[in-house]
């Protein structure tokens, strides 16, 4: 029998699976309390939420919160929470899993799910680095920077992620880090109650992989999302992420429009009537 | 059309009868990428779902579509999705995916000639290896194989119950042939179609385990949404489904997923017999080979040879058991099939030391009567 924790979130999260399995450092901690607390301040049922993840640090997200929750396949968190979107819509699903997962292995469903207006909640992980199995380079790596699978510096361009997203057709998009926890809160409960296809793109420090190989403590990695990011209104495509350089954060994309279970109802209304 | 199961007498095509199988089955949930020769399936099943209030997603990829079944089959839907080989391959992980979390699912495989994309429009019998091995790790399947327009229908419907029984993705192993293929497909009125649904849980939720597992070794299924709060992982998982790497775990768990289905397996295999009681050479074959071989043994037995047939019409778990009865007083074993040979070795292992000979098969047809009345000559001499 584990022992009864009296804490305001005990039964947001499933406390018999605690500690998590995160490094000292990481920003996965401060993404999963924003989400439980989001859920929490909006007293969201639990009932009508179901937290999906794909594989990485941040698949292991799903694990620890008190929903019905699914650990699926690397990259393929966006079709399962496809197929329980439009199986029941009355379920939110919340997918939390990390760059890699969602615009690597798992791009091609990434644009499909916000063309469709799949009505779900991506929280991504953004750590510019595969954390997991080492800190490797990926699609969010910026330019030059130093990784077991880059040790000469990063040759590739990276994604700007909510340029990306947003001109596949999202209807929420925004970009906060793990500095900004009240903001990331805020933003997670305007996603939890969009209807469409809601996307928050997260940066947060990978001190232990990504940090070290590049001679950044867990405090520069922090102090960093403190001092470079400014929170401005530009067009997602002005939103570059470069090494030194200001990045912006912020919302980028609020619209309406029909979610694809909308759009299914109203066909199964026409094709009857 | 709008009525759930067309009762009555259609003349159609294998594909169209397993859409309408998996209909009158209780798919609520299909998603698919357009393959040939299996694309008629989401064709049927896209002019028809909307009007049952049912849901037909047309994904990007095949990887896509499988997840997503997944996905609907925890969310209470009985799903299915259906590709060829191609589409299989790219599948096979999350094949994996629904065999670890236990997810009944149904995935129909028409087959084509391959390997890589072979030959889209033509018949073959060569992924049933595949199908049985192709995801990684210790898996046991379930695989059905039809012989004509009717049993897509029927073996459809039957997938559905196995998978929801058993808790498993269940193939059905069609190929271009008898997908493209027109015959009489006779359906029966709703209440003589047996449907079998999961096991749901009987406890509260604070004391749901979501992969305790009573003597049937299949546990109860919660979906989303039920209040249960049940977390399901592809990693190796206790009974509570939380991740677990140790030994024991892994031990207990691959164990029970296997054994589910081997311990099961007289109950799950269905053969079809004809004329084995006194044979001296056995013909065994599956799907669009086993029509011409049941004509083979005919031709056979006038000319005073006594031949059977022993078609098999689940081919995961093998039918091992069921050979090596059959085929114990005779002087040889006849396997035909549309590969290079497959379940050839499967069959040689069920009758061993009795000989067997092979009839490889590529290339669109299958193989002829004459052609497997020869084998027979052959063996009964």
Redesign the interface.
């Known amino acids: 029998m584990t022992e009864q924790i009296d804490h305001y979130l005990a039964d947001y999260l499933?406390m018999?699976?605690l500690p998590h399995i995160w490094c000292a450092g990481c920003g996965l901690g401060i993404i999963l309390k924003s989400y439980v607390q989001a859920l929490y301040e909006l007293e969201y049922d639990?009932?009508?939420v179901?937290t999906?993840s794909g594989i990485g640090c941040a698949g292991r997200a799903?694990?620890y919160v008190?929903?019905?929750?699914?650990?699926?396949?690397h990259g393929?968190a966006?079709?399962?929470?496809?197929?329980?979107s439009?199986?029941?819509p009355?379920?939110k699903p919340v997918v939390i899993s990390g760059d890699g997962d969602l615009f690597a292995i798992g791009g091609?469903?990434l644009i499909?799910a916000a063309r469709r207006n799949i009505n779900m909640l991506v929280i991504c992980s953004n750590n510019f680095n595969y954390g997991m199995t080492g800190a490797q380079y990926g699609p969010t790596t910026p330019r030059d920077m130093r990784t077991p699978t880059s040790p000469y510096g990063n040759i590739e361009n990276p994604f700007n992620l909510v340029s990306l997203v947003s001109s596949a057709g999202a209807t929420m998009v925004s970009r906060w880090t793990v500095y900004h926890v009240h903001q990331l809160k805020n933003s997670i409960k305007k996603g939890l109650q969009k209807n469409g296809f809601s996307f928050i793109e997260v940066l947060s420090p990978c001190t232990t992989g990504y940090g070290r190989l590049n001679k950044m403590s867990p405090t520069d990695m922090m102090r960093d999302l403190r001092d470079t990011c400014k929170i401005r209104k530009v067009h997602p495509t002005e939103a570059n992420i470069e090494p030194g350089e200001e990045v912006i954060i912020g919302d980028f994309v609020d619209i309406e429009k029909p979610t694809y279970t909308d759009v299914?109802d109203q066909?199964?209304r026409?094709?009857?009537e | 059309m709008s009525e759930a199961i067309p009762t009555g007498k259609h003349f159609v095509h294998g594909d169209w009868a397993c859409a309408e199988g998996a209909i009158a089955a209780g798919c609520g949930y299909f998603a698919a990428y357009p393959i040939t020769p299996a694309t008629e399936i989401s064709e049927h099943i896209a002019s028809r779902f909307p009007q049952l209030g049912r849901r037909f997603v047309q994904f990007e990829d095949e990887i896509g579509a499988i997840a997503s079944v997944i996905g609907a089959s925890f969310s209470g839907m009985k799903a299915m999705t259906a590709t060829s080989g191609p589409g299989i391959s790219l599948m096979l992980e999350n094949i994996g995916l629904a065999v670890m979390t236990e997810a009944p699912c149904v995935i129909v495989n028409v087959m084509r000639g391959g390997p890589s994309t072979g030959q889209p429009t033509m018949g073959a019998q060569a992924d049933v290896m595949q199908c049985r091995w192709g995801a990684h790790g210790d898996v046991e399947i379930i695989a059905l194989a039809p012989q004509s327009v009717q049993e897509c229908f029927d073996l459809t419907v039957h997938a559905f119950n196995l998978s929801e029984e058993y808790r498993t993705p269940v193939f059905v192993l069609s190929d271009a042939n008898i997908g493209h293929m027109y015959e009489k497909l006779e359906v029966p009125v709703a209440e003589e179609i047996e449907i079998v649904n999961r096991k749901k849980p009987q406890v509260f939720p604070p004391d749901y385990k979501p992969y305790e597992a009573d003597e049937s070794m299949v546990p109860a299924m919660a979906c989303f949404g039920e209040g249960y709060r049940f977390y399901s992982t592809g990693l190796t998982h206790n009974e509570m489904g939380y991740p677990d790497m140790s030994v024991e775990t892994q031990d207990k768990l691959v164990r029970r997923l296997c054994d589910k289905i081997r311990r099961n397996k007289k109950k799950i295999t269905m053969t079809e017999e004809t004329m084995t009681e006194d044979c001296e050479v056995l013909v065994v074959a599956y799907g669009v080979t086993a029509r011409s071989a049941a004509t083979a043994i005919q031709m056979a037995r006038s000319e005073g040879i006594n031949a059977g047939l022993l078609r098999l019409i689940t081919l995961w778990p093998f039918p091992d058991w069921k050979i090596e009865e059959v085929a114990e007083n005779v002087k040889g074993v006849v396997v035909a099939e549309m590969n290079y040979g497959q379940l050839v070795r499967e069959v040689e292992r069920s009758v061993k030391p009795t000989p067997v000979e092979f009839i490889p098969k590529l290339g669109e047809n299958p193989s002829s009567p004459d052609e497997i009345l020869e084998k027979i000559r052959g063996l009964a001499k």
């Open positions: 499933r018999d699976r639990l009932d009508k179901v999906v799903s694990g008190n929903t019905d929750a699914f650990h699926t396949t393929r966006l079709p399962f929470a496809t197929g329980i439009t199986s029941n009355d379920i091609n469903h499909h299914l066909l199964t026409r094709t009857t």
